[in-house]
T-cell receptor, first 107, second 121 residues
Framework: DIQMTQSPSSLSASVGDRVTITCRAS??????LHWYQQKPGKAPKLLIF???HLQSGVPSRFSGSGSGTDFTLTITSLQPEDCATYYC?????????FGPGTKVDLK | EVQLVESGGGLVQPGGSLTLSCAVS????????MSWVRQAPGKGLEWVAN????????YYVGSVKGRFTISRDNAKNSLFLQMNNVRREDTAVYYC?????WGYGSTFDNWGQGTLVTVSS
């Protein structure tokens, strides 16, 4: 199975800050890497697919990059509504696997 | 508007059985792979199973193989998860999710609100 790790596990930032979350795969997943946002008590929401493609309706302050084993989710200017847990997910092979999540809150 | 609505969760004893359902609307159900994804209380996301558009191909995470069965009824726009011989570690919110690919494998682009399954005696 492909193991996914994320760093940091949590972070606190101020409104307007640039936030970067890293996801690493235990083997190459090419561009088969996606990012989700989950708020408490809610279902996850797809933000980025194929490492860098913004899902329709997602604000442009979210962006993704990377390929192979190392990926990054960036929020260019953190907004209060971005407080949530963020998960990466690989779809290169089954079983499909998620990272453990990164919790983002306001400082 | 795409909608996915899960039902069937509840309390079940270890070793027991439960069937989850997901009613979908707002898109052509038979055009999409579908999935179940679960989340144990306070934990992260875990993919459980996928089913192809025609129901002929099914894929499972190792921990549920032989115990869970994913199925679908395209005529009724419904997805199911038959859970047999459940274990305490199956306690989770179970989400129904639509799978989209865009050439990048299984991406979950729409989710239901989830249904809670609690395995306890």
């Amino acid at each position: 199975d492909i193991q996914m790790t994320q760093s940091p596990s949590s972070l606190s930032a101020s409104v307007g800050d640039r936030v970067t979350i890293t996801c690493r795969a235990s083997q190459s997943v090419s561009l088969y890497l996606h990012w989700y946002q989950q708020k408490p008590g809610k279902a996850p929401k797809l933000l980025i697919f194929g490492a860098s493609h913004l899902q329709s309706g997602v604000p442009s302050r979210f962006s993704g990059s990377g390929s192979g084993t190392d990926f990054t989710l960036t929020i260019t200017s953190l907004q209060p509504e971005d407080c949530a847990t963020y998960y990466c997910q690989q779809s290169y092979i089954t079983p499909l696997t998620f990272g453990p999540g990164t919790k983002v809150d306001l400082k | 508007e795409v909608q996915l609505v899960e039902s069937g969760g509840g309390l079940v004893q270890p070793g027991g059985s439960l069937t989850l359902s997901c009613a979908v609307s707002g898109f052509t159900f038979s055009d999409y792979y579908m999935s179940w994804v679960r989340q144990a209380p306070g934990k992260g996301l875990e993919w459980v199973a996928n089913i192809k558009e025609d129901g002929n191909n099914k894929y499972y995470v190792g921990s549920v193989k032989g115990r869970f069965t994913i199925s679908r009824d395209n005529a009724k726009n419904s997805l199911f998860l038959q859970m047999n011989n459940v274990r305490r570690e199956d306690t989770a919110v179970y989400y129904c999710a639509r799978v989209n690919s865009w050439g990048y494998g299984s991406t979950f682009d729409n989710w239901g609100q989830g249904t809670l399954v609690t395995v306890s005696s």
